[in-house]
């Protein structure tokens, strides 16, 4: 079963600069519809900042409607601190969209990475690469934050998980998927 008409707000949280992207499927096809990215550095605190994401996630909502949110969620990283403040950034993306009724999926970095290049390692380059070409995006409207271009992966990489296909049969290996599927594998 594919959704034939969605639009998807990406997310990619952070209390420095946070990237969005929207993109709309219709008929199974994706497009961005817009992208950009929050600069938050030029405020001393830390609660205006969450404030402003709240705010701009808000207005997005309020603009363009989204059926869904797709959000990255934060890596385990060596600073508690850094952690501690990419995940409020998170909970008030969140929270901003769950005061609209919006469903919201959290797809982590490797994940979204996998999903958009094969490479759950690629760069933020490669990612924006494969995200222009795949959705046609021109290069002068590729921002040089690449947290916007990750928003739009995390959209994207939300509707490629919508429509994978649903199987019975789950597999822990490459050992276990040949077990399982005896007859497809020639010698």
């Not at 594919?2 to 008929?27: A, E, H």
């Not at 096809?29 to 992208?35: H, S």
């Not at 997005?60 to 601190?81: S, T």
């Not at 739009?152 to 276990?176: I, M």
């Amino acid at each position: 079963m594919t959704i034939k008409d969605k639009i998807v707000l990406g997310i990619d949280p952070g209390t420095n600069v946070m990237g969005y992207g929207l993109i709309q499927i219709t008929d199974n096809k994706p497009r961005v519809l817009a992208m950009g990215v929050l600069a938050l550095n030029k405020y001393d605190s830390h609660y205006l900042r969450l404030q402003r994401i709240f705010e701009r996630i808000i207005s997005l909502i309020d603009e363009f409607l989204p059926d869904e949110l797709a959000i990255e969620a934060p890596f385990f990283g060596k600073n508690v601190q850094s952690m501690l403040k990419l995940g409020r950034a998170q909970g008030v993306a969140m929270a901003a969209a769950l005061s609209r009724d919006i469903p919201i999926f959290e797809y982590a970095p490797l994940k979204i990475k996998m999903a958009i290049t094969g490479n759950g390692r690629a760069s933020k380059e490669q990612v924006s690469y494969m995200l222009q070409s795949y959705l046609k995006i021109p290069k002068e409207d590729v921002l040089p934050q690449l947290d916007a271009t990750d928003a739009v992966a995390a959209a994207l990489c939300h509707h490629f998980q919508c429509n994978r296909p649903q199987s019975d049969k789950t597999y822990t290996s490459w050992k276990d998927f040949i077990a399982k599927n005896e007859k497809r594998v020639k010698s």
